[in-house]
């Protein structure tokens, strides 16, 4: 009955853990802020690439959603920045390998750790700086990771998700 009780406790604590991360200027008074624009040369190579265009769109509603008014970048309360920040980490692969031979309280073994492969991960970080005076006044970081395995789908669904998560908790103070 314990061990039924802990991992009840533990899946209730794994669902109330957060997948972003969010820091703010705790002296600003967010209240000032009605209207947004997403922040002038925001990509580098000319060209929006498809997540770019996903996370913009996750952005667009949840702006829509807190009722703020979109304006051009030069009259905007808000300028919105994102990255897609990669992170490298490395993941097990298959089974490691050992042998071993002994009698009583003696014995050999040998083993190999099973293969290593590094993998590049996507993390969302989004920025709201006020365009006065292009301060940073709110952040937020995903904890989730886009990778290259993932399907269009999979990956829109994604993005819509943190975007949301993140957004629930803008502004902040009010959760």
Known sequence: MRILFVAAMALVLAGCASNVVTDYN??????????????????DSGFTSLDDSRVRNAIEREFTRKAMKKLPDTEADLLVSWQIVPEERLEQVGVGLGFGFGRGNFGWALSAPPPVREITEGKLVVELADRRNEEVVWRAASRRYLNENQSPETRRKLIDEVVSEMFSKYPPGLN
Do not use: L
Request: glycine share 6%; hydrophobic share 50%; net charge neutral.
């Open 26 to 43: 705790w002296a600003t008074v967010f209240g000032n802020y009605a209207s947004w624009a997403f922040a002038p040369n925001q990509q």
